[in-house]
C-alpha cells in the first residue's frame, strides 16, 4: 500500500471538489441548453448549429475545473512524483478546489438556464443570436472568479512556486 501524506489526501479532496462540482454544473447546464435546442431544432431544423454553439457554452465551467484538478494533482505529488504537501497546502487545495467547484456548480447551470432561453429567442427572431451569446457569456465571469482565486490560493498557499 502506498502512504500519502495528508496534506497530499487533502490536495486530493480538493481536487476532486474541482472537477466534481464543476462538472456537474457543466452538465447541468449543458443539458438544460441542448433541452432547449432539440426544441428549436424540431420547430426550424436550420437551428441546428446555433443551438450546438449555445449548447457548447456550459462546458467552460468543466475545463476549469479539470485545470484546477490537475493543477492540484501535479502539484500535490499524486501525479509525477514530488514531495508530499504540509497539512496546510493541503487545507489551501480544498480551499481552491472548492472556489472553482462552486463557482463552476452555479455559472454552468446559470449559464444552461440562459443559453436555452437564447435558443428559444432565437427561433423567433433570427437576429437576437449574437445577443443571446452575450447574455448567455454572463455567467461565465462567476466561473471565472473562482478559477482566479483557485489560482491565487496555489499561489500564495504555496502550491504553485
Known sequence: MVEVALGTALAAIGAGVAVGFAGLGSGLGQGIAAAGSV??????????????????????????????????????????GGEGLAVTSGLVAVGAG???????????????????????????DPDMFARGIIFSALPETQAIYGFLIAILLMVFGGILG
Not at 39 to 55: H, K, L, N, P, Y
Not at 101 to 109: I, V
Open 39 to 80: 426544441g428549436a431544432v424540431a420547430e426550424d431544423t436550420d437551428m441546428f448549429a446555433r443551438g450546438i454553439i449555445f449548447s457548447a457554452l456550459p462546458e467552460t465551467q468543466a475545463i476549469y475545473g479539470f485545470l484546477i484538478a490537475i493543477l492540484l494533482l501535479v502539484f500535490s505529488g499524486l501525479l509525477g
Open 98 to 124: 472548492a472556489a472553482i467547484g462552486f463557482a463552476g456548480l452555479g455559472s454552468g447551470m446559470g449559464q444552461g438556464i440562459t443559453a436555452a432561453s437564447s435558443v428559444g429567442s432565437v427561433v423567433e
